[in-house]
């Protein structure tokens, strides 16, 4: 892009602005002045933002858009690796997130974007959802839930993927951890073969706000002018589009030059909490998101994702599905996903709940029952978590974290039936 381009792109954003918040033209002559530094010294932006003590580094610089990680700074983000943990009071904010409405930027998630003819019939080949059913019209559409597998039925990926139509940007939008989201879209490109197709990475050209709490549906209505009432119905407006994710649970896939207004319409009756809080709230609506650490561990049943709607057993082949229906029709699913608390107090010398961590249960005596899917630090105290382990083991009722003699899971109800 040159830079006459790119300074057309913010000046866009102050007159969003009106130019009523001073902090809106210190960021945006900040970024402004480091790509102009950077163009004269070819050294790379980040590197530039440190010798002028902006505090951010490459690496997360790799994992969310530049202005965008101005901004949240400007208004107190304190940003590690990518995520916003918090906006200066962690325990505040987790307190608040159960009580109130929130709002939470969600950078930490990546994008591929699929355009071209013979999109739909690739994604039908590849992933565990019917793609079918997502519907592509100009006005909306419907998100799925779906799994990404090894031809052993292992789960590489979980996702939510729904149809975008914008002007310069149609074609389906998949949702996943940013740290898996380069080596998922190479290795989903390595099947493309002569399919017309085409993947790339736009996690940088729509900005991620998550709205949760019991006036999000208004606020985001009075926002956007209108709002889904149907679960993971997509909505597209003028700014961008939304997706309703739960009854009081929304995202805001939002164009760049729109999301800084938004936000400060958000933020006047919503709290701005980090990442950690939002972990928390997709753990009780019982939705698994694979990681690094636990790739490969699980087929689509155990962490329940038929029960999200994100498995057909109706659709034709795609990687792992010769498993994945024998392990339905067969019905020997021998380990599930729970929802739990384990009391391993936040501010512990111990080291906190994680994805991958190992669980222990009586019947099973010293070999590992299940592992940690998801883990979050939850209001209440301890650690919510969405862990797999052996069905014998959940009727047994006694699971521990780590050990025989760690501390044991309180299993809590999921708020959707899994089978058995």
């Known amino acids: 892009m040159s830079e006459g381009a790119t300074i057309s792109n913010y000046r866009t954003l102050g007159q969003l602005a009106e130019l009523k918040e001073p902090i809106f033209r210190t960021v945006l002559q900040f ?32 994992r969310m858009n530049f202005t965008w990680q101005a901004y949240l700074q400007s ?8 995520r916003v943990v918090n906006y200066g009071n962690s325990a505040a904010e987790l307190e608040t997130v159960r009580s109130a409405t929130v709002l939470a930027d969600l950078s930490h998630f990546g994008l591929i974007h699929f355009t071209g003819e013979d999109a739909q019939s690739f994604l039908q080949g590849q992933l565990t959802c019917d793609v079918r059913k997502i519907d592509t019209a100009a006005d909306r559409s419907t998100a799925l839930y779906g799994g990404y597998c090894n031809p052993k039925g ?23 951890p940013a740290a898996l989201r380069a080596a998922i879209q190479k290795r989903l490109s390595m099947f493309v073969l002569r399919a017309k197709v085409g993947l790339s990475d736009s996690s940088d050209a729509w900005i991620r706000i998550g709205v949760a709490g ?10 956007l002018g209108t709002a889904p009432v149907s679960h993971l119905e997509v909505i ?49 609506a019982g939705v698994p998101v694979i990681t690094t650490a636990t790739q490969e561990h699980f087929v689509p049943q155990m962490v329940n994702l038929e029960a999200l709607g994100g498995v057909s057993f109706q659709k034709g082949c795609y990687p792992g599905q ?49 592992t ?11 650690f919510d978590v969405l862990a797999v382990t052996q069905t014998n083991s959940i009727e047994a009722g006694k699971i521990f974290w780590r050990s025989l003699s760690g501390p044991q899971l309180e299993i809590m109800p999921l708020p959707y039936l899994a089978n058995a």
């Open 154 to 176: 292992r789960m590489l990926a979980s996702f939510l993927i729904w149809h975008l139509v914008f002007p310069g940007a149609n074609g389906y939008v998949m949702q996943l």
């Open 31 to 62: 970024v402004l002045q480091v790509r102009r530094l950077a163009a004269i010294s070819r050294l790379s932006e980040p590197c530039i933002g440190r010798i002028m003590n902006f505090p951010f580094t490459s690496h997360s610089l790799s």
């Open 322 to 370: 010769e498993i994945v229906a024998r392990t339905e029709y067969l019905g020997k699913i021998k380990r599930r996903m729970v929802l739990a608390n384990i009391p391993v107090p936040a501010s512990s010398t111990i080291t906190p709940v994680a994805a991958g961590d190992e669980l222990f249960s009586t019947d099973m005596g010293e070999q590992s029952s299940g």
């Open 214 to 223: 019991s006036h999000a549906h208004a606020l985001v209505r009075e926002i």
């Open 372 to 382: 940690v899917v998801n883990a979050a630090p939850a209001p209440g105290g301890g």
């Open 75 to 82: 208004r107190n983000a304190v940003i590690q690796d990518g």
């Open 236 to 284: 597209h407006a003028q700014q961008g589009s939304v997706i309703r994710l739960g009854q009081d649970r929304f995202e805001l896939v939002i164009a760049p030059a729109y999301a800084p207004v938004v936000w400060e319409r958000l933020s006047k009756d919503a709290m701005p909490v980090g990442a950690p809080c939002w972990d928390w709230l997709e753990i009780k």
